[in-house]
């Protein structure tokens, strides 16, 4: 499995205070005031002391992160690995998983997102984040994912930020909610008494209060400022007059006072600063890097133009320098406890970047090659990148993004490998078919579909000089694969098979992962046309594939899409089987279940309920539905709420049956899913109002989606068809449901869908018994028994309630005397069926209004009465439990346990607990 982006551990550390410090406690009773609400903004310009004042305050809080921020941590990938790895630093178990996803072939942001609030929530002690430095971050990606995170971040967190500029996030309204503390310029700026001690007791500078108060004036108590003024006038015997003559605009201030330090520098240590500005981080032996090998140091191999800055008497090498940066607080700053990694102020580097420029401008690519060649050396191929770009040296940079492109591609690193690619020229990345390949993947992965032709041209241009060789039908699997992807994501259904396979046949045998991703998706395309056999085939070997690579975001799907065809085919004990097959590569080491197992988890979940034992189907549907939502797999949610719901509707709880069909389709808003899903979900609402005796919202439903008891039956629309003859039975239009039946048992027998068959074959008799022709109805039953008795369906005949009750016993009646060649399994199994009618919690569902008011608790006070799971829950609440406690009791959802309570308040007429309970009372429901 790919892994994430090589992480500096220096980034994650807060910079040491310096002794010394004025004290600013103000501005800490601020910051622990902010604790009270969600987000602590600090947002002014550089030099107003953001940093150190929280490094000094954060020190004082009992469990923290930090995380320093720079500009290369603008691909999402990136700054969410890090700021997980922040997060690890409080729990080192935390993020694992959603570090997993994001590192995966794209799953939405917010899905990883999902599961790491989910992980966070569950700390038991509250904490703060602080990210440093925020406004380098430009990515809408990453705004977007801190966006989310700060409308769902768990209560026992609290995220500072700190930075120049302020964040694209809803400010508003968190200052109108009360959840954001901020500290401005105007706010962060020294008083006059603050630049008196920083000036005169920490500096040591002896200015006279007149002094002080003129350069804070003009300064506008900019720290930055104040502090390289005062590095200024160290030692100067003039220091009035220079006072006097420090005026200006703020920007040519800061260019006299930078002017003014480094002057006062040695020349060594000046050139020091200026060849090492190039660097975003510092080290010895990377500095010594850049500066030349030991054979430059002697006379006559310095760089021309620069000479090598270091003294052997004073500094004996570049580590030493820095040290002596650090120590005269000369805009340098420690990343780690050992002082081996520093930056420096990042107004200062700007400042030493421009004087490069300026002066010795013809020297930045040669630095920039030094600084590339050390990085690539180290493993950091990342960092080598960018200054090969910057040294000029664009086909270097092109050889690293070569050889690491589609290790890119893998973690997901779209954002990263589009930019550098951006940076190449054109006529570069057009001559190179690997480079053409992995950018039509970035683009095509990033939804640019025609910017991705475009480079498949190139690429296809390019293979024509090398089709014979192995790398050269290497490329053209590729290039195949891209083009397969890319007609699946346009509907291409016939084209994408073609290409898939063609691919499959070109790529080399060891490229599992992606080989694995190909068949997976060339048995979702064969599934939508229809062609189950091949989606079979082409399922088992992605599942083969994806567990010997090890990525079980493809095992598992996989295995658990080839169980529901199995369960389809009726085939329920190899179905669960498969599901727990899929189960054991979704579970991690230590027993606990991976989000990607609730496709598992809600197909067992449906082969509980079939086999009637509803307590463990719900049991694993509300499992696989709360992982589900970890996952951020809509699909996967909506499938498991439609099986809950027919589970709570068995259970006689129509009122929550519906409340979790409503949250699923809460869920679907924004949000992309399949057409399957969404139709699924409509189907069901149908059947939901048809099991219910209401018959409007399902003529609706029919009417929409423009049903046709003569139009072509296929098995992508099989459940609407099936839907569409119970409700023109529940129509008492018997001759057009038997003709739709007649038409759907041809089909689903001649397909080998015996799940289906079933369920016809039981309308179809109860259909035909309605009409008075008993000996036939009990025919078709006779055979729909013989396809279920051996894998033990019990709810598609206990779901159709008491006509079918009826119907059985009156088959076990007569078949003692009538047909004594029934074996003793089948015998036994008709009492088991008739066992499980007289089983049921509450009277059989209801056909009409009139008859659901019949399973109701009926006060006459009452316009509309609770139903018993109402009066159970009643019970809990005038108990004194909280929501969240009635739903572990009931095993329900809480949001399920808010829609019963919304219906007793209604029905009760009140607005309240204490009113309910009371009113209850009254009434002697309680």
């Known amino acids: 499995m790919p892994q994430p982006p090589p992480l500096l551990a220096t980034k994650l550390h807060p910079p040491p205070v310096t002794p010394g410090l004025v004290p600013r406690l103000h501005l800490i ?26 490094s000094e305050w954060i020190r004082n809080v009992r469990m923290f992160g930090w995380l320093s921020l720079d500009e290369a941590d603008n691909d999402p990938l990136r700054f969410f690995s890090y700021f997980i790895a922040a997060l690890k630093t409080l729990h080192e178990d935390l993020g694992e998983t959603a570090l997993a996803m994001m590192a995966a072939t794209p799953p939405p942001l917010e899905a990883a997102l999902t599961v790491l609030i989910n992980e966070v929530s569950a700390l038991p002690r509250e904490f703060v984040l602080v990210l440093d430095d925020y406004h380098l971050i430009e990515s809408p990606a990453i705004h977007a994912g801190l966006v989310f995170w700060l409308e769902h971040m768990p209560s026992q967190m609290r995220l500072v930020i700190a930075t120049r500029s302020d964040p694209p996030f809803h400010l508003a309204r968190l200052r109108g909610r009360g959840l954001l503390t901020e500290l401005r310029s105007f706010d962060l700026r020294f008083t006059l008494e603050e630049a008196q001690a920083f000036l005169n007791s920490r500096m040591r500078l002896g200015i006279s209060p007149d002094g002080v108060a003129a350069l804070n004036a003009r300064t506008e108590g900019w720290i930055a400022g104040l502090h390289l003024a005062g590095i200024s006038l160290r030692g100067r015997a003039d220091a009035q007059a220079f006072i006097e003559a420090f005026t200006g605009s703020h920007q040519y201030v800061l260019d006299y006072l930078v002017e003014e330090v480094l002057n006062r520098q040695p020349e060594s240590v000046q050139t020091f600063l200026m060849q090492t500005s190039i660097l975003d981080r510092l080290c010895g032996p990377l500095c010594d890097a850049i500066l030349g090998d030991k054979g430059s140091r002697e006379k006559g191999n310095e760089p021309p133009g620069l000479s090598y800055p270091l003294s052997p008497i004073l500094f004996p090498n570049s580590q030493a320098v820095l040290e002596y940066l650090a120590q005269a607080n000369l805009f340098i700053v420690p990343l780690d406890d050992e002082r081996r990694w520093y930056r420096y102020h990042h107004l200062f580097v700007d400042f ?72 190449l020229p054109e006529v570069l990345v057009a001559s190179r078919p690997w480079l053409c390949i992995y950018h039509a993947w970035a683009l095509l992965l990033s939804g640019q579909l025609e910017a991705a032709e475009h480079r498949l041209q190139d690429a296809e241009r390019l293979r024509e000089t090398d089709s014979f060789s192995s790398e050269g039908k290497d490329l053209l699997g590729h290039l195949t694969a891209i083009r397969g992807y890319r007609a699946v994501v346009q509907g291409e259904i016939p084209r994408a098979i073609e290409l898939s396979q063609r691919a499959l046949e070109l790529l080399p045998e060891d490229n599992l992962s992606l080989r694995s991703l190909i068949y997976y998706l060339l048995g979702g395309v064969c599934i939508m046309s229809e062609d189950l056999g091949g989606a079979r085939e082409a399922l088992e070997r992605a599942a083969q594939l994806a567990q010997a690579a090890g990525n079980i975001h493809v095992a598992v799907p996989a295995l658990c899409t080839l169980a529901w065809l199995q369960a389809e ?28 197992s609730a496709m598992a988890l809600n197909g067992m979940g449906a082969l509980y309920y079939e086999w009637n034992d509803l307590q463990a189907a719900r049991q694993h549907l509300l ?41 699923a389709e809460e869920a679907l808003s924004g949000h992309q899913v399949t057409p399957r899903t969404a139709a699924h979900l409509e189907v069901s609402r149908a059947r939901y109002w048809l099991r219910q005796g209401d018959l409007a919202p399902a003529a609706r439903w029919s009417q929409q989606i423009g049903l046709d008891a003569q139009g072509e039956i296929g ?51 109860l259909t035909l018994q309605a009409q008075g022709a008993s000996d036939q109805a009990e025919e078709v039953l006779e055979k729909c028994l013989a396809l279920a008795q051996p894998e033990g369906f019990v709810r598609v005949f206990v779901d159709e309630g008491p006509p079918m009750a009826k119907l059985l016993q009156r088959m076990k009646d007569e078949g ?17 069926l008739l066992a499980a009618f007289s089983d049921e919690t509450k009277d059989e569902r209801p056909r009409t209004k009139a008859d659901a008011q019949s399973v109701v608790v009926r006060p006459s006070a009452l316009v509309e009465p609770l139903t018993a799971r109402e009066i159970e829950l009643l019970r809990l609440v005038a108990a004194g439990l909280s929501n969240q406690e009635i739903a572990e009791k009931l095993v329900i959802a809480v949001g399920t346990v808010k829609a019963h309570t919304a219906s007793i308040y209604s029905k009760l007429e009140v607005r309240s607990r204490t009113q309910a309970v009371a009113r209850a009372r009254e009434l002697g429901l309680l």
């Open 29 to 54: 009773d601020r910051l622990i005031e902010g604790l009270q609400g969600s987000l602590i903004l600090l947002s002014a310009p550089a030099g107003f002391g953001k940093t150190t004042l929280l």
């Open 816 to 832: 003692g005397r009538a047909r004594p060649e029934r074996s003793e399994g089948m015998k036994e199994y008709l009492d088991r």
């Open 352 to 423: 030493l970047r421009h004087r490069m420029q300026r002066l010795h401008g013809d020297q930045l690519p040669e630095l920039h090659r030094k600084a590339a060649t050390w990085f690539e050396s180290q493993g950091d191929p990342y960092t080598a990148v960018e200054h090969w770009l910057k040294s000029g040296d664009l086909s270097r940079a092109a050889d690293l993004v070569e050889r690491d492109g589609y290790s890119l591609l893998e973690q997901g690193l779209l954002t990263l490998l589009l930019g550098w690619l951006r940076q």
């Open 623 to 663: 499992e696989g539905i709360e992982l589900s939502r970890q996952w951020g797999n809509v699909d996967t949610l909506v499938s498991g709420a439609i099986t809950l719901s027919r589970v709570l509707q068995a259970e006689g709880d129509p009122v929550g049956a519906l409340a979790t069909l409503e949250e």
């Open 715 to 765: 098995y992508l629309r099989l459940v609407d068809f099936i839907t569409l003859a119970r409700m023109l039975r529940a129509e008492g239009k018997n001759g057009a449901t038997l003709h739709l039946l007649d038409r759907l048992s041809e089909f689903t027998a001649g397909s080998g869908f015996t799940q289906y068959l079933i369920e016809v074959l039981a309308l179809q008799a």
């Open 569 to 596: 085919r009726g085939q329920l004990q190899g179905a669960f089987e498969t599901y727990q097959g899929a189960l054991r590569v979704a579970t991690a080491r230590g027993g606990r279940a991976l989000p990607v």
